[in-house]
């Protein structure tokens, strides 16, 4: 496993991505996730980039997490080369999880959340890229 992003939930997109850009990092991708309720932005660094997250109403997960705890860090983000592999890996290991299933996410991606009680407070986010699994069929 290795750092795809880190995913910070924002008020405003365009208020952040300018913030982010004054610091001399342009975003790189921009799109809507339906079945987050988001619209995300990516911004790359050296080593990894930000998803920063907007969601589309407070009675979202993300909108939810802005009530609740403000703007900031919401999740951390592992690539992994076979996200059922290491979902079964983790339920056999008894790990709590909020996704017993992958769902698309961002850039086609396929996504699946370790629950924060089972990381230390740290919500957990799975990535398989798409042509990973394609490949695999």
């Given at each position: 496993?290795?750092?795809?992003?880190?995913?910070?939930?924002?008020?405003?997109?365009?208020?952040?991505?300018?913030?982010?850009?004054?610091?001399?990092l342009?975003?790189?991708?921009?799109?809507?996730?339906?079945?987050d309720?988001?619209?995300?932005?990516?911004?790359?660094?050296?080593?990894?980039?930000?998803?920063?997250?907007?969601?589309?109403?407070?009675d979202?997960?993300?909108?939810?997490?802005?009530?609740?705890?403000?703007?900031?860090?919401?999740?951390?983000?592992?690539?992994?080369?076979?996200?059922?592999?290491?979902?079964?890996?983790?339920?056999?290991?008894?790990?709590r999880?909020?996704?017993?299933?992958?769902?698309r996410?961002?850039?086609?991606?396929?996504?699946?959340?370790?629950?924060?009680?089972?990381?230390?407070?740290?919500?957990?986010e799975?990535?398989?890229?798409?042509?990973?699994?394609?490949?695999?069929?």
């Amino acid at each position: 496993m290795k750092l795809d992003h880190i995913g910070v939930a924002v008020e405003d997109l365009d208020a952040s991505l300018s913030a982010y850009q004054a610091l001399g990092l342009p975003s790189s991708h921009r799109e809507t996730v339906p079945d987050d309720q988001v619209e995300v932005a990516f911004v790359p660094f050296s080593g990894g980039r930000f998803e920063l997250l907007q969601p589309h109403g407070v009675d979202t997960p993300v909108g939810r997490f802005l009530a609740k705890r403000g703007p900031g860090m919401h999740h951390v983000a592992l690539a992994v080369d076979d996200i059922r592999m290491e979902l079964q890996r983790l339920r056999d290991a008894g790990v709590r999880l909020i996704d017993a299933e992958p769902r698309r996410g961002a850039e086609g991606t396929w996504v699946a959340f370790v629950h924060p009680a089972a990381t230390g407070g740290v919500l957990l986010e799975l990535v398989e890229r798409a042509a990973e699994s394609d490949a695999r069929g």
